[in-house]
């Protein structure tokens, strides 16, 4: 499984990125696939993940301003974000689980400034 991620910039607190992961393979074959985000110095988190049955799960950060989707016909998945924070800079990675085993794509890095 091959993802590449992008959407990543430069934006001002307030304002909104798209990220976007398309994969090699059908994004429905994914038992979850989700958004990480990591800081120099701190652990990768869990930004937002998706079920293959669409269930979706947000870290409490991140709630109610950003929305993780999939879009079949281009065969990715997204992060709409909105309401961008400083604090939200960071490296971000798409990530997928796939009958058991776990592919990460290359990180796209989001800066907010204040």
């Known amino acids: 499984v091959q993802l590449q991620a992008c959407g990543g910039g430069m934006v001002q607190a307030g304002g909104s990125l798209r990220l976007s992961c398309s994969a090699s393979?059908?994004?429905?074959?994914?038992?979850?696939a989700g958004w990480y985000r990591q800081v120099p110095g701190k652990e990768r988190e869990l930004v937002a993940d998706i079920s293959t049955r669409g269930s979706t799960n947000y870290a409490d950060s991140v709630k109610g301003r950003f929305t993780i989707s999939r879009d079949i016909s281009k065969n990715t998945v997204n992060l709409r974000m909105n309401s961008l924070k400083p604090e939200d800079t960071a490296v971000y990675y798409c990530?997928?689980?796939?009958?058991?085993?776990?592919?990460w794509g290359q990180g796209t890095l989001v800066t907010v400034s204040s």
């Open positions: 990530k997928v689980i796939r009958t058991g085993f776990a592919y």
């Open positions: 393979v059908n994004i429905f074959s994914f038992t979850t």
